[in-house]
């Protein structure tokens, strides 16, 4: 066996010097991360911010000096921090001497002033226009109430019908729709738990009888309330069973064992019956006189916005409405001209379809389409050779129907007869 030898005096002290040299230099990780430090905290908000805002040599480079500092503030990564402290401690350095009375870093700040100017008054504009541009959608698409209602249902009581309707009144709508199917699948999942228990409850009543020697009776041609209250009164003679013969036996779902059962489906079937109580009063809901007076209020507002619109058509104002008669049809004079055929040919060049009997109408107009070929492959004419294979087709089942009827008449005649 070997024996391992003791190190000498000399050698175990020039391990502990090699030690003492080489742990200081070894990376010793902090167990935070360094933007929770105080030592990166203190100096970046105390002396670099505060100092920044001292000395900036205007309000638009204070601006500027805040913007960045609340876009860094989120930087984890240690040498990204380090190139935006740099930075800023540059910065920071500028100022001071711009401060100081230094005519170069003067020059340039105020032109970097002018130029953070300029750019926050562009940005600003920029804002304007695109918050009118958001308020004149928003305008074009706001909810308008004509005075006709949505009736009361077991989803809604009675609502004003916005055109176009908000969708937070839709989501309503179908939210509650959903929510009462889900109830209804609950409802008869609970009745069906509760049949099997009945059905539990009674097995286990007749195996006491049984075990007494008692003959009992079938109970699969029970169902619903009639099953329940036998499921009851066999639950009850358990119970007076059990405490007159002082059985040992502990029943499972019959006896005192079946209320606890019962419980939770019967807490959570009066829940389901509230929900929909509450959907009837719902529907049941005397309508509002305020809303019923906003609804007569905007129909008559309506007429006279027409009337008014009406007015402003026969002045010679040009509307969208004015423009959207004109696009509906031929003018008064040239439509008591046409013919129907052509009143019909007309609606069919006016229609945004480009298939079907529209799409063979504006090709055989000389009308211009997006998709001109459109019409021919939904009616399966855009092959000649297919086409002639179909009506081919087409022929030989009607000959054949033909004579087939034929032979079916020739067949009864004589029993006509």
């Known amino acids: 066996m070997s024996v391992v030898p003791i190190p000498?005096?000399?050698?175990?002290?020039?391990?502990?010097?090699?030690?003492?040299?080489?742990?200081?230099?070894k990376r010793i990780r902090p167990r935070v991360p360094f933007y929770e430090l105080s030592a990166h905290r203190v100096p970046t908000l105390w002396s670099l911010y505060r100092g920044l805002l001292r000395h900036a040599p205007g309000e638009n480079i204070r601006f500027r000096v805040r913007m960045m500092f609340r876009k860094n503030q989120h930087v984890v990564k240690a040498h990204s921090a380090k190139e935006?402290?740099?930075?800023?401690?540059?910065?920071?350095?500028s100022f001071k001497r711009a401060r100081q009375?230094?005519?170069?870093f003067q020059n340039v700040l105020s032109r970097y002033e002018r130029m953070i100017a300029s750019k926050r008054e562009k940005t600003?504009?920029?804002?304007?226009?695109?918050?009118?541009?958001?308020?004149?959608?928003?305008?074009?698409?706001?909810?308008?109430?004509?005075?006709?209602?949505?009736?009361?249902?077991?989803?809604?009581?009675?609502?004003?019908r916005l055109i176009p309707q908000p969708a937070h009144i839709t989501g309503m709508i179908v939210r509650r729709r959903r929510a009462r199917e889900r109830?209804?699948?609950?409802?008869?999942?609970?009745?069906?738990?509760?049949?099997?228990?009945?059905y539990e409850s009674l097995f286990e009543y007749a195996l006491l009888k049984s075990a007494q020697g008692q003959a009992v009776g079938a109970a699969r041609h029970m169902k619903g309330k009639m099953l329940g209250d036998h499921a009851n009164r066999s639950a009850g003679e358990?119970?007076?069973?059990?405490?007159?013969?002082?059985?040992?036996?502990?029943?499972?779902?019959?006896?005192?064992?079946?209320?606890?059962?019962?419980?939770?489906?019967?807490?959570?079937?009066?829940?389901?019956?509230?929900?929909?109580?509450?959907?009837?009063s719902r529907y049941r809901?005397?309508?509002?006189?305020?809303?019923?007076?906003?609804?007569?209020?905007?129909?008559?507002?309506?007429?006279?916005?027409?009337?008014?619109?009406?007015q402003r058509e026969r002045s010679g104002e040009v509307t969208a409405t004015t423009l959207k008669r004109r696009r509906g049809a031929p003018p008064a004079h040239i439509r008591e001209l046409m013919t129907p055929r052509q009143l019909l040919v007309d609606r069919a060049i006016r229609e945004p379809s480009e298939g079907g009997w529209s799409g063979a109408v504006k090709a055989h107009m000389g009308v211009h389409m997006h998709m001109p070929q459109k019409w021919k492959a939904e009616g399966g004419w855009e092959d000649e050779e297919k086409k002639k294979l179909l009506d081919d087709m087409e022929r030989e089942i009607r000959a054949e129907n033909e004579r087939r009827r034929k032979h079916s008449k020739?067949?009864?005649?004589?029993?006509?007869?």
């Open 183 to 198: 109830r209804w699948e609950q409802r008869e999942t609970l009745k069906n738990w509760a049949h099997d228990l009945r």
């Open 124 to 160: 600003a504009w920029k804002m304007r226009i695109l918050e009118a541009f958001n308020w004149e959608a928003k305008l074009r698409s706001r909810p308008i109430f004509k005075g006709s209602f949505i009736r009361p249902s077991l989803d809604n009581k009675l609502l004003p």
């Open 285 to 310: 809901a005397t309508p509002p006189a305020g809303l019923v007076l906003q609804g007569k209020q905007a129909r008559r507002d309506r007429v006279t916005n027409k009337t008014s619109q009406r």
């Open 84 to 93: 935006q402290l740099a930075m800023g401690y540059k910065w920071l350095e």
């Open 410 to 417: 020739l067949e009864a005649a004589p029993f006509s007869e």
């Open 101 to 104: 009375g230094d005519i170069r």
């Open 8 to 25: 000498l005096p000399c050698s175990a002290a020039h391990r502990v010097r090699i030690a003492s040299v080489i742990s200081p230099l």
């Open 238 to 280: 358990v119970v007076q069973l059990l405490r007159e013969e002082r059985l040992s036996w502990t029943p499972v779902y019959t006896g005192e064992a079946k209320s606890q059962w019962d419980e939770p489906l019967l807490k959570r079937q009066a829940e389901l019956k509230e929900c929909m109580m509450r959907d009837i």
